[in-house]
């Protein structure tokens, strides 16, 4: 027997079928996958995360091809607990400033050390997590992907022995390809991430790749005669007759990242080919059909530029090989921008930043706040832009590896607007003088705080950016790709600035235990509570003077109301309720709360909430 119901949010209806035992089957005019509505992301880098094993750490040999090019000067492994900002003895024989060194850094995060911690992910509550790039490549970020059928070699346990193994290998023919060591390695995490019921994605980053690519490689070799040719855009050859040097095409003018060429149709058909290879590769590495021992979905670089045609056949690709996939995108724009790529035959969703800025707009900017009216209505026309179930999964971030921290942001509230990506993209980096690098106050922690009940109890899946739960805080890029900070490692402080100069107050690094019970507590109120996830969701309340919001989310007989005060004092609110009936707060010490004449009134402290459940 089912039972069917009819959620109405905004004016979109989407309707469930529920069987006896309430398990939710998606309606015909859904096309995500059901489990991504339920998630709490987890993104990590895996240079920055941990050091699993110290045996595999990268040499000098293994950053050639990577900027700033420099594999001769004095290099080591850098201190994992060192000062961020401060030069290194190695460093300083290089005569180049702190933006040099940074790049060149490498900590030796590894596929153990995620392995390592999946219990410390586990007892935060997370149940998904994506990982940036962990093909092989010589950079610290893996964007300039050397090959995309190899996990790198210096993430698993035999580096030198894997690089052999793959010599063996025709690069183009999945027919050679061997399971080394470190791909090994990462099907271990793919297994114990699905043994603890979570789910994994990885960056696939199909629209260039790097300078030590193979295929890439041989074009420089090879030129006009080189097998793949056509894999890239190629300006120019190097003919001394013609008088024509090598040229080619890369990412927005960026010459370690050469663009796999495209026609009408995308991606054209050998990269295509070898695209579609990978992908059946890491989503069902047995090859026997049956994908539970792959990766549950992928997170897409820079999708945007990347023509539609190559993602329709890409998605029927991904679910022909697993229905349930779950596929990202990273496309940063207006809504007009976004929805051709969310219609149903390209991907799920998007990583969420109109939701950061519009969050950023309301919760952090200072002399450019929005009413609480305007936040409703942003957020309601991003609930109700896209069709089949988007909004229930899309990656609701305040952060990311492309953005300054949360934390940061909110110490530099005043600094842009977030929404003007192109320009905050600069002014939010370390080397703006009028950047403020400092540690957040507790006050700034408290504005966080609020941001993250908002994020765990709104339409879509919370993504948390690793450290953010531990108070890690940095500028942009690279400064938000600092080294986690774990509590047994002890860390220098922050001594000195981006300019070499020493700061009057030092930061302590260290783990921020009262942010973390933060993080668990409210992580934990939204896996628990099933409206959170799958709930309709309706405002009950803006009040623009008092700086209140509230919102209800209701799934079947669950029924929650949270309040929020933007404000920064204590304010009454007075809620409608169904009936005279009892409430209970799970966010303060389960106070209880009687609805009298169809209303409750609740007092918020400053920059707090409220998350009320009927009983």
Known sequence: MKKIILVIIGFTAISFSLTEEGTMIKDKDEFVPQWAKKVVWYQIFPERFRNGDVRNDPTI???????PHDATSPWQIHPWTSDWYELQPYEKQNGKDIWFNLQRRRYGGDLQGIIDKLDYIQDLGITAIYLNPIFEAPSLHKYDGATFHHVDPNFGPDPNGDREV??????????????TSADKSFLELVKQVHQRKMYIIIDGV???????SWAFKDVVKNQQNSKYKDWFTIKSWDDPKAGTKFKYEGWFGVKELPELREDENGIVAAPKKYIFDITKRWMDPDNDGNPKDGIDGWRLDVAFCVKHPFWKDWRNHVRSINPEAYLTAEVIDSIPVI????????FDAVMNYNFAFTCADYFISDKTKIKTSKFDKLLKE??????GGVEYVQQNL????????LLSHIVNRDIGSFRDWAKYYGISKGDNPKYDTRKPTEDEIRIAKLMIIFQMTYVGAPMV????EIGMWGANDPDCRK?????DLKYDDEIYQSNQSKKKNFDKVEVNNDLVEHYKKLICIRNENVALQLGSFECVLTDNKKELYAFSRKYNDENIIVVLNNSNKAQNAEIKVPGDTKWVDLLNENTEYQGIKSKIEISIPAKWGAILRLQ
Do not use: C, Q
């Open 483 to 487: 080294p986690m900070v774990w509590a």
């Open 382 to 387: 991003l609930r109700e832009a896209f069709p």
């Open 465 to 468: 950016y690793y450290g953010d």
């Open 61 to 67: 040999k293994d950053i050639e091809g990577a900027y």
């Open 339 to 346: 929805e051709p790529y969310l219609e149903g035959d390209e």
């Open 166 to 179: 793959i010599k063996k290998e025709i690069p183009d023919d999945p027919s050679t390809w061997i399971w």
């Open 398 to 405: 305040f952060d990311s590896h492309d953005t300054n921290r």
């Open 206 to 212: 199909f629209n260039h790749m790097g300078l030590n």
